[in-house]
């Protein structure tokens, strides 16, 4: 060999120092433009608490993969087998610094995840359906929407304004909306994808999600749950107005659909419609 | 580098079976298979209560869904008596009375096969069918599965009682049995069984082991499903 | 003449006839005698029990013909319980009940591999469908299910990939024993998996089956009475790997030679005794779950409908219960591997050998305290969504010591880049993308982006092929030349490692993307056009990949028909037991039962043997 | 070398029983459970394309039309030479009107969202039901609908009586059998492949409603191949 082998210390320096000095110019980088690109965007409150959390995941991920590259990069070109016979390895079995550092390394980094997930969860429900009864309720006023999932299209009701029903999801812009999802059915997932929404649509079940508006925009709502043939096309289009706009397209949708309005049944948060057995 | 084996060896050389072997193989086994069962019951037993929980519609037990405590204790109670006399019978084994032992498995196998018997009565008798909400179709599948079960154990009964009544007048420790007949190649000179007798006793133990704890869950399931 | 009397007895071909007479004997049986009695099928034109009875019927045909029953038949006239089945030499003992351990290892090789290609070949499928934006190839309904197929089939088959080969071949040898604790158990639990296989592949005569590999009701119970096909299919594999677990864990327990203490234990077996321990007890509840849901679809019961007193929740929870433990059940025979083979090759000893048993201790046992992760949007207990978070995160504790416990033994090692280290080594990339895009999905809030798209698609992709085929392969290139005696052509195996670890990136990498920033969801027949650049990519590769897997056929078949180089005892310069076997292993394992001295990884710690040869002679009368 | 010779052939036989499996596999596959297209034959009116779509619902798809499923309920179409044929891929042209007649033979089994009783998606809002503009049904008398999500296009179809006369049990259905007539006109938009389906549970015998014909292209599902 024409150099000598370096001391022990001198890889494991390397390594280390190697591996932090990638892992915080990535780590860097991934900070401050990370939320640029990660989704959902900015189309809620929700959403732009999601790429926050998304930006801080990758933030956390980034040295995790920039340090293992380093390590692996380096030991697989430094400690390669050169040809000839076969040599052992020096016995190394166990090292207490590097076990417990890890340990401790991985321990705090899991705890921190969890306690930041929870701490953003528990906010404002991120925007994730939360069941029946939901724990994370943003306080003021919001305006109810229900969501019906039936194979294969999303329904939308309006209970404060008459239980109105249409096929087309509108919402005013800078309001806090109160989605009840409910099936008729069989499982669906109701995804607002730039709204950062979703959540399960279940028959018999009121699975409730929050989330506030900004600007007008339009968003796409797609089902994020197998449930059949249509499932794939299982998809439309959304819109947030401005207030104004909003009430005229409710009166609009209200002269609509009027002839059919009083056969809607009562406006309820779940259904329970006849599963129509092999008996019947 | 140590010679462990030689290239070429054939299935003429015959392992044998030891019963302590038999014995420890068949303790864990019984276990394990006692653990699968706790987890195949739990999934009922999870049903049941979370059923009963939601009450969706309103089905979870509509007015005239109803088990019979009757037919349920009864079944219930011919299935622990069976397990309970198994295990005396095993006594009397380990102690060498086989006579006794082959009339204490006699009689809890055919208590075993009351229950069946028993149990598809009662599912005759009831006064609703699987269709009837969250409790009939817990009802039915735990039943049911119940049933499949202790047919099964039952199965296993009925051999080590037969094995023992095929070498009634072998002693213990000293049965002889034809060469090769075990291993269903009558043309091989050697066989692996060398004390049938033993090895029943092996499997008894686990027999009696498992008969017991399945007696448990049918106990859980009396409280479950007729007394709650 | 003798190859017709060769047909006639307890073997393969009869089994296929009276699986088929089982069949029909059970279809009839049900339409003539219980059909007409129970008037609610009669508004149908399919009798659901008669092909749920049918395929029972079939099954046990099946099993008869293979001379399952000879057995228990016997014992119920009371003959004494014995080890073994007659055993033939010669080919026909692959293509009939044998209770060799190494005759049914190499059997689930063959088996599970060629099952394992019907899945891959579905996956093509599905990216044929994906060339295009709009719905083209496949009707739609045939589209959701050939992505059934491709999913069920890898998930249930491949929970044996590892297990069925590897630990049926090797356990017991590397514990120093003769045979599985019950071999007749080891050999029904390959023809049930391979019963499993046919049926699943059935289910297109009977309408195919729209729910993917999870079968969520109540889709479900309204689907076409293919999705019995599915139900059946995995309840025999949950049948199988109960009893694989339970044989497994009952040899490791019991039949270990002497001086073979725990510490002493290769860590593939305690890998696969992890494994066998989720599998006995997280399948029990898959067998019910499918049981309930059988009824449901059979009898009429109410389980999974809301609007009739059940619910479809506790569907989701019951198979997730079993669904969660099933994902490590995938993973962990992979850890093991890695860590099995990654001392031979960098020629160190394992590293931190008791921190690795921990690990996967730890894992199998946090792995049932994680399945609502899969829920967190279902809107069932939204309150302990904190908690499932955190043991889904905990996890990577655990997973993360497996990943310390490779790395450090690399570490100053004296690494040698042959074909099973290569696979190990694409192990640690694979994983970590896996691991850590799990990270998104573990957190709630992010999870309200990933879940259900193709972000979670790649992430299990990366874990369980980049996890689980990889490794499977790596046992491969590593055991098969011990299995069958013959060398596999190391430069194809490069070759093919090295497209197979490419395009295996370039396939799924872009799927995170497409999840992530175009929101496709997962199992959809059609997507946004502006993501068609991206979906064209990873099917091309994905073609690729298949071609690769192709091309390890070549080798196997080249390599292991045609050239048929014998390997040497030992190719690799391993201490483990098995290298200092002949190559094939002879059939009574060893002539004496060998006594450990020492575990298997005592590189550069001197010639210390592994085993002192001692104990009795086979065959002792 | 005889050895050498029985291997390649092995092989050989190996790889055209796999080829054979893997093709039949694939045939069934693309054969099953789909629908040939249907290409509509299209009148030019002073330079716009015009469509006349004749279509038919029945109750029970019967042995004529589908031996493997003849209790299916069923969507029909018409060919120029008046013949009905099970498929429900229709080629349309893009940016055309569509004059389409629906002869609906099946009774009533009522919507499970009573929304989709009212007609959209469709000139006027409302179509001519046995000549009567219509612009909403009672949902309960609903017995199917034609519905392109896509389009925002629903048509609710009325049931006929349960007291009716001369009811057609299953397929092929004269039109002297009893039947309600729906025209209505649409105008398709751009090329592409719009899937159209039912909303009705009208799948008797299966859970929801919706197994079987409603989850099966060539029953009650299709696609509007619009180029």
């Avoid at chain 1, 969860?121 to 943003?138: E, M, R, Y």
């Avoid at chain 1, 304004?161 to 099936?183: C, D, M, R």
């Avoid at chain 3, 029953?69 to 026909?92: C, D, T, V, W």
């Amino acid at each position: 060999m024409a150099t000598p082998a370096p001391k022990r210390a001198e890889h494991g320096k390397r390594v280390i120092v190697g591996g932090i000095v990638l892992s915080v110019v990535a780590t860097v980088l991934v900070a401050v433009f990370g939320g640029r690109f990660l989704p959902p965007g900015n189309g809620s409150v929700q959403a732009s608490g999601q790429v926050l959390d998304n930006t801080v995941m990758l933030a956390i991920v980034t040295p995790v993969i920039a340090g293992l590259l380093v390590f692996f990069i380096y030991v697989l070109s430094q400690f390669r087998h050169r040809g000839g016979a076969l040599v052992d390895g020096p016995p190394l079995r166990d090292d207490s610094r590097v076990r417990v550092w890890w340990i401790v390394v991985t321990s705090v980094t899991v705890l921190f995840l969890a306690g930041f997930g929870t701490f953003e969860l528990l906010q404002n429900g991120s925007g994730g359906g939360q069941g029946p009864d939901p724990i994370a309720v943003p306080a003021g006023t919001k305006l109810p929407v229900q969501v019906i999932a039936q194979q294969w299209q999303f329904t939308y009701r309006y209970p404060t304004y008459g239980g109105l029903e249409t096929p087309q999801l509108v919402l005013p812009a800078n309001t806090y909306i109160e989605l009840h999802v409910t099936s008729l059915d069989a499982i669906h997932s109701f995804w607002a994808i730039e709204l950062g929404v979703k959540a399960d649509a279940n028959p018999g079940v009121d699975n409730v999600a929050f989330v506030k508006t900004k600007g007008p925009r339009t968003f796409h709502v797609r089902c994020a749950e197998l449930c059949g043939l249509w499932h794939g096309y299982m998809f439309n289009n959304g819109r947030v107005v401005p207030e104004a706009q909003f009430t005229a397209w409710v009166k609009s949708q209200q002269s609509d659909f009027a002839p059919i309005a009083k056969y809607l049944p009562k406006y309820s948060t779940t259904y329970y419609p006849d599963p129509q057995r092999r008996a019947g | 580098m140590t010679e462990l084996a030689q290239p070429g060896a054939d299935y003429s050389i015959v392992e044998t079976e030891e019963p302590e072997v038999l014995s420890r193989n068949l303790f864990a086994a019984g276990q394990l298979l006692a653990g699968a069962t706790a987890f195949f019951f739990l999934s009922f037993l999870f049903a049941y209560f979370y059923l009963r929980s939601l009450n969706n519609a309103g089905l979870w037990k509509p007015k005239h869904v109803d088990a019979s405590v009757t037919w349920g204790t009864i079944v219930m109670a011919c299935i622990v008596a069976s397990a309970m006399l198994l295990r005396f019978g095993r006594i009397d084994h380990a102690a060498g009375r086989r006579e006794a032992f082959r009339l204490k498995a006699l009689v809890a196998l055919l208590l075993g096969l009351a229950a069946l018997v028993l149990q598809v009565l009662a599912w005759h008798e009831a006064s609703f069918g699987p269709t009837d909400g969250g409790f009939a179709s817990v009802y039915f599948g735990w039943t049911a599965f119940l049933f499949l079960f202790v047919f099964c154990t039952l199965f296993w009964l009925e051999t080590v009682l037969a094995t023992s009544w095929r070498y009634r007048n072998d002693p213990m420790g000293a049965a002889v049995v034809a060469p090769g007949h075990a291993s269903g190649d009558p043309s091989r000179t050697a066989h692996d069984i060398r004390n049938p007798v033993e090895l029943n006793r092996a499997s008894l133990g686990a027999l009696s082991f498992y008969w017991t704890f399945l007696a448990g869950i049918a106990v859980l399931t009396w409280i479950v499903l007729y007394l709650i | 003449m003798s190859v017709a009397r060769r047909l006639v007895g307890f073997n393969l071909f009869t089994a296929c006839v009276l699986g088929v007479g089982g069949w029909y004997a059970g279809w009839f049986s049900a339409h003539a005698v219980v059909g007409p009695s129970l008037d609610y099928f009669a508004d149908v034109d399919f009798n659901e029990l008669s092909l749920v009875l049918g395929y029972i019927g079939g099954v046990l045909g099946f099993l008869i013909g293979l001379g399952f029953f000879n057995y228990p038949l016997a014992r119920l006239r009371g003959y004494p319980p014995s080890l073994r089945e007659k055993e033939q030499g010669g080919i026909g003992r692959y293509f009939s009940l044998c209770t060799d351990h190494k005759v049914v290892g190499i059997q689930y090789l063959v088996g599970i591999g060629l099952f394992f290609f019907i899945g891959g070949l579905n996956a093509m499928l599905i990216r044929t469908e994906l060339l295009r934006p709009d719905h083209q190839v496949w009707p739609a309904g045939t589209y959701l299910t050939i992505v059934g197929i491709h999913g069920t089939m890898m998930m249930g088959m491949m929970t044996s990939g590892i297990l069925g080969p590897f630990a049926n071949y090797l356990i017991p040898i590397l514990i120093g024993a003769r045979r599985m604790a019950f071999p007749r158990i080891e050999a029904l639990t390959f023809w049930l998996l391979m019963a499993a296989g046919v049926i699943l592949e059935t289910t297109i005569f009977f309408g195919g089956f729209p729910t993917g590999w999870t079968g969520y009701q109540p889709l479900g119970t309204e689907a076409n009475p293919g999705i019995d096909c599915y139900y059946l299919f995995f309840a025999l594999v949950g049948i199988s790997m109960t009893l694989l677990g339970l044989n497994m864990i009952a040899t490791i327990v019991t039949m270990r030679a002497p001086g073979l203490t725990w510490s002493r234990l290769p860590i593939f077996v305690w890998g696969v005794l992890s494994t066998a321990a989720l599998m006995v007890l997280a399948a029990p509840v898959l067998i019910a779950t499918l049981s309930m849901a059988l009824m449901d679809r059979v009898v009429q019961t109410n389980f999974f409908v809301a609007a009739q007193g059940g619910s479809a929740y506790l569907y989701e929870n019951l198979f997730w219960v079993f669904g969660h433990p099933e994902v490590y059940v995938l993973a962990l025979p992979g850890f093991a591997i890695v860590l099995e083979i990654l001392p031979v090759f960098a020629r160190k000893p394992l590293w931190g050998y008791r921190l690795a048993v921990g690990g996967l201790l730890g894992v199998t046992l946090l792995s049932f305290f994680v399945w609502q992760h899969h829920l967190f949007f279902s809107g069932i207990n939204a309150d302990l969504r904190p908690f499932f978070m955190l043991s889904t995160e905990l996890i990577s504790i655990p997973t993360g010591l497996t990943f310390l416990c490779g790395m450090m033994t690399l570490w100053r090692g004296q690494i040698r880049y042959s074909v099973p280290m290569l696979f190990c080594l694409a192990w640690f990339f694979n994983f970590l993308i896996g691991g850590l895009s799990g990270v998104f999905l573990s957190d709630t809030p992010s999870d309200t982006t990933t879940h259900g798209s193709f972000f979670s698609m790649a992430h299990f992709h990366y874990t369980i092929m980049g996890g689980l085929v990889f490794t499977f392969f790596a046992g491969i290139y590593y055991w098969v030349p011990k299995m069958t005696g013959f060398q596999l052509n190391e430069r194809l195996g490069k070759i093919h490692f090295w497209t197979m670890f490419v395009f295996f990136n370039l396939t799924f990498f872009p799927l995170f993307i497409a999840g992530f920033q175009g929101g496709m969801p997962r199992r959809v027949v059609t997507y946004p056009h502006g993501l068609q650049f991206l979906n064209d990519w990873v099917s091309v590769s994905a073609f690729l990949l298949g071609g690769s897997m192709l091309l390890f056929l070549y080798n196997f078949v080249k390599s292991l028909v045609f050239d048929r180089i014998p390997s040497p005892a030992d190719p690799w310069g391993s201490k483990s037991i098995e290298w200092q076997l002949p190559s094939p292993v002879p059939v009574q394992n060893f002539d004496r039962i060998p006594v450990f001295s020492s575990d298997p990884y005592g590189y550069g710690e001197g010639g210390r043997p592994v085993v002192v040869p001692a104990g009795a002679p086979a065959g002792m009368n | 070398m005889r050895a050498t010779g029985f291997k390649v052939l092995g092989v050989a036989v190996g790889l055209a029983a796999a080829a054979v499996l893997i093709g039949l596999y694939v045939s069934k596959l693309t054969t099953d459970n789909g629908s040939k297209a249907y290409t509509v034959p299209v009148q030019t009116q002073g330079g716009h394309k015009v469509v006349d779509l004749q279509i038919e619902t029945v109750a029970a798809v019967g042995p004529q039309f589908s031996p493997a499923h003849p209790d299916y309920v069923s969507y029909l179409v018409r060919d120029a030479q008046g013949k009905w044929l099970r498929r429900t891929v229709w080629r349309l042209p893009a940016n055309a009107t569509v004059h389409m007649t629906i002869y609906n033979f099946d009774g009533a089994s009522g919507l499970r969202n009573p929304l989709y009783a009212r007609p959209q998606g469709i000139d006027g809002n409302s179509f001519m039901l046995d000549g009567k503009a219509t612009d909403f049904i009672n949902p309960d008398d609903t017995s199917h609908t034609f519905a392109v999500p896509a389009y925002g296009l629903v048509v609710p179809l009325t049931g006929v009586a349960d007291n009716a006369k001369n009811q057609c049990g299953y397929a092929p259905c004269a039109l002297s059998m009893a039947h309600h007539t729906i025209t209505f006109t649409f105008h398709t938009g751009k090329v592409g492949h719009y899937r159209w389906q039912c909303f009705v549970p009208c799948a008797a015998g299966w859970i929801d409603g919706f197994g079987g014909p409603m989850q099966t292209i060539g029953y009650m599902d299709g696609f509007l191949d619009v180029i």
